[in-house]
């Protein structure tokens, strides 16, 4: 009888690889880079001309992508708690460094193998003295006699910058840095469409941190942007666009001084609301991802100290169902304090931890500030007809979650997208699911009866897709309250046709009563 010791020795491998299944797209773990970046020159303000360079190069294959991410700020001073899993006695450079685990989730989601990586980083005094201290592959714990350790030494910076800073240098597959955009696999749009998140995510930032993206594709053709401020219309004129809610004539408002600004969590935060409408322009029509004028980018982008956590954010504020309708609207609540006192984020910062209860105060009091009679609406005359449409296609999606084949659903889904047709108003595939193996499905929705041209409507979104994705879908279901007559000839017509890549196309029609709507 007695105590007895449990031996605690976890494989390092292992706790590598479970690391690695954090992070779901190349964006995310991009930013954890940037973000170690961006603390470091929060927390050494003099330092001059304060960069960040991305490089990213497509083998020839096509197979993987080499990255670099490289700073000019001050260098890591504390190797082992930069590498160490959740040291909360640490020395943080600021509330960008909240978790972690930041460099090593996203260092193993880039390779999970845990082998072709490589750290390098030089403070001042190294950078006078020619040495820089080097960290590789692969990661392990420390623990009986295992060692893992970097070196210092003289040699040749392989970076851009002369000065101190830090180096980070991967490989990852293709298929990972794809992740960036659901919608393409083409190297240059991804390349953009990540150029775009890096300029939202970090916009307060970026007056004092240059960002810049290099990519060279399998040919060697190189490309070299600069992340610029980014809103839904450029140029941008703030104030003739914010909503204040002090304008609208409602009482609740002269409970708050400052109607965009309140405190939380026991006043020891801030919290700065911004309300706007933005008009439907030809720059939301060129945006891959933010401020598209459309549903799937309307409502609020919330912020932690400036960086973006979570977007869009509408139905968990408001309660309303997502709807063409509100198209206009478009705000950023910035949440500000010290890190101690904010909601808490998901360990990859995409999003707030919901059951947080500052968080939940916070949406709250947003709710109570500007109720959702307030939101800016398109004014469309046929308001009626769109949102009886909408209403019913948020039901058929409710509906989705109750067939087991169905995996997931993207609503609004555009095709065509590195084609400029903003004149030609194609509008937007109503969805595209994922079915349990995988397989995609393209869904049009028809109100009433169907036509003739909702069947070729629906050609067009495959062609796109295709044109796109550059594989075709396995499933085009048109879903209507009826169907001609003529409707089963049509489809074995259609069905007879092969795509752009040779595979036939696959159509079906289904009406709403099919599903219950």
């Known amino acids: 009888m007695g105590k007895f010791d449990i031996v605690v020795k976890p494989d390092s491998q292992v706790i590598w690889e479970s690391w690695g299944k954090n992070h779901f797209n190349f964006t995310t773990l991009l930013c954890e880079f940037v973000d170690n970046s961006i603390s470091n020159f929060i927390a050494n303000p003099k330092l001059p001309n ?8 497509l083998s020839e294959d096509k197979k993987n992508v080499k990255v670099s ?62 040495v820089v201290n080097v960290v590789k592959a692969p990661w392990r714990m420390t623990y009986d006699g295992n060692k893992f350790s970097g070196e210092s030494k003289k040699m040749n910076w392989p970076g851009f910058f002369n000065s101190s800073g830090t180096l980070i240098m991967f490989s990852c597959p293709r298929t990972l840095f794809d992740s960036v955009s659901p919608r393409s696999i083409k190297f240059d749009y991804n390349a953009e469409q990540l150029l775009e998140e890096l300029s939202v995510v970090y916009r307060p930032f970026l007056k004092d941190v240059t960002i810049k993206v290099i990519s060279e594709d399998h040919q060697g053709v190189i490309t070299e942007n600069v992340c610029e401020v980014i809103f839904p219309n450029k140029p941008w004129n703030k104030k003739d666009h914010l909503l204040r809610p002090s304008s609208f004539l409602n009482t609740m408002f002269n409970r708050f001084s400052n109607p965009s600004t309140f405190k939380a969590n026991n006043k020891k935060i801030e919290v700065e609301c911004e309300f706007y409408a933005y008009l439907n322009r030809p720059e939301c029509k060129k945006r891959k991802k933010y401020y598209k004028h459309n549903v799937s980018s309307q409502g609020v982008e ?64 947003v709710g109570e500030l500007f109720p959702s009679q307030f939101l800016p609406k398109t004014g469309n005359k046929n308001k009626k007809k769109n949102t009886s449409e909408k209403q019913k296609r948020a039901r058929w999606l409710e509906k989705l979650s109750k067939w087991e084949k169905v995996k997931s659903a993207k609503p609004e889904f555009p095709v065509f997208e590195e084609l400029d047709l903003k004149s030609e108003r194609i509008g ?33 979104y495959w062609d796109g897709y295709v044109f796109d994705k550059e594989k075709s879908p396995n499933k085009a279901i048109l879903i209507a309250n009826e169907h001609p007559a003529w409707s089963e000839s049509i489809l074995k017509e259609i069905n007879s046709k092969k795509d752009s890549l040779g595979n036939n196309y696959c159509f079906e029609v289904k009406r709403w009563s099919d599903y219950d709507v």
Do not use: C
């Open 428 to 460: 937007s595939l109503d969805a595209l699911l994922f079915d349990e193996n995988d397989n995609v499905v393209l869904v049009e929705n028809k109100k009433e009866k169907s036509k003739l041209l909702d069947f070729y409507q629906l050609v067009m």
């Open 302 to 365: 919330i912020r932690s100290n400036g960086r973006l956590i979570s977007y869009p954010v509408m139905e968990e504020i408001w309660r309303v169902v997502p709807d063409n309708y509100y198209n206009l609207f478009w705000g950023v609540i910035n949440i500000k304090g010290d890190i101690k006192f904010l909601p808490s984020t998901s360990t990859t910062k995409t999003g707030y931890v919901p059951s947080d209860p500052v968080y939940k105060e916070i949406i709250q009091k």
């Open 69 to 130: 991410i490289e700073d000019n700020g001050a260098g890591i001073n504390d190797f082992s708690g930069a590498f160490s899993p959740g040291d909360k006695n640490r020395k943080t450079d600021s509330f960008l460094n909240e978790h972690g685990f930041g460099l090593k989730n996203a260092l193993a989601t880039a390779n999970p193998e845990n082998n072709i990586w490589t750290v390098l980083s030089r403070k001042k005094t190294d950078f006078k003295k020619g």
């Open 50 to 57: 304060k960069s960040v360079l991305i490089k990213l190069k």
